[in-house]
């Protein structure tokens, strides 16, 4: 079955740029049943939906984080990526990647399987 | 944005008992196109990922035992554990994915064994 796992630096400095990997195996992301989703999780936050890429390459992201998000999708490698601008403490969290089925013409996406979560802290 | 409210924050129920979380969205989730809920419900164990357990409010996914069920319409849901076992302690969301543009959680409930 599908499964995805995230990597990346578990440390990032304030104002800098926070960059994950997430790699899918078991399926191909070319998929065009399914959707691509970044999902963190904070004590603060709980559960935030950051974005989601097709495979058309067509994104959408959560308007709160909209202006520093950049979810993009190399095929080749059957992964998916998430850049975040410009972070703060406040972006400290478990990030998750998560593969989103469709609800529809009208609805987003559940998730299902998520990856294990990586833990990014910012800090100096 | 949609918001949604679970209730309680944390509830303990004995083992062979029923526990009952409640899900409340500041507006329907209820499309009239198609008479469907766009609610999701998941279990988020310690040190694990969410995992889904049901979909369109009350469709259960494959693998999940039938002692989970899901149920309600429009702003008020509900997920069912009944015959608690000691393996169905948890943190449990609602998440609703009510149109495209931004899909939000539950704050959680935090299932204990009392």
């Known amino acids: 079955q599908v499964q995805l796992q995230e990597s990346g630096p578990g440390l990032v400095r304030p104002s800098q740029t926070l960059s994950l990997t997430c790699n899918v195996s078991?399926?191909?992301?070319?998929?065009?049943?399914?959707?691509w989703s970044w999902i963190r999780q904070s004590a603060g936050e709980g559960l935030e939906w950051i974005g989601r890429?097709?495979?058309?390459?067509?994104?959408n992201y959560n308007p709160s984080l909209k202006s520093r998000v950049t979810i993009s999708i190399d095929t080749s490698k059957n992964q998916f990526s998430l850049k975040l601008s410009s972070v703060t403490a406040a972006d400290t969290a478990v990030y998750y990647c998560?593969?989103?089925?469709?609800?529809?013409?009208?609805?987003?996406?559940?998730?299902?399987?998520w990856g294990q979560g990586t833990l990014v802290t910012v800090s100096s | 944005d949609i918001v949604m409210t679970q209730s309680p924050d944390s509830l303990a129920v004995s083992l062979g008992e029923r526990a009952t979380i409640n899900c409340k969205s500041s507006?329907?989730?209820?499309?009239?196109?198609?008479?469907?809920?766009?609610l999701a419900w998941y279990q988020q164990k310690p040190g694990q990922p969410p995992k889904l357990l049901i979909h369109?409010?009350?469709t259960r996914e494959s693998g999940v035992p039938d002692r989970f069920s899901g149920s309600g319409s429009g702003t008020d849901f509900t997920l069912t554990i009944s015959n608690l076992q000691a393996e169905d302690v948890a943190v449990y969301y609602c998440?609703?994915?009510?149109?495209?543009?931004?899909?939000?959680f539950g704050q959680g409930t935090k299932l204990e064994i009392k």
């Open positions: 998440q609703h994915y009510y149109g495209t543009l931004r899909y939000t």
């Open positions: 890429m097709y495979i058309t390459g067509r994104t």
């Open positions: 998560a593969r989103g089925l469709s609800g529809g013409w009208f609805g987003g996406n559940w998730f299902d399987p």
């Open positions: 078991g399926g191909s992301i070319s998929n065009a049943d399914y959707y």
């Open positions: 369109w409010a009350s």
């Open positions: 507006q329907s989730l209820l499309f009239s196109s198609n008479n469907k809920n766009y």
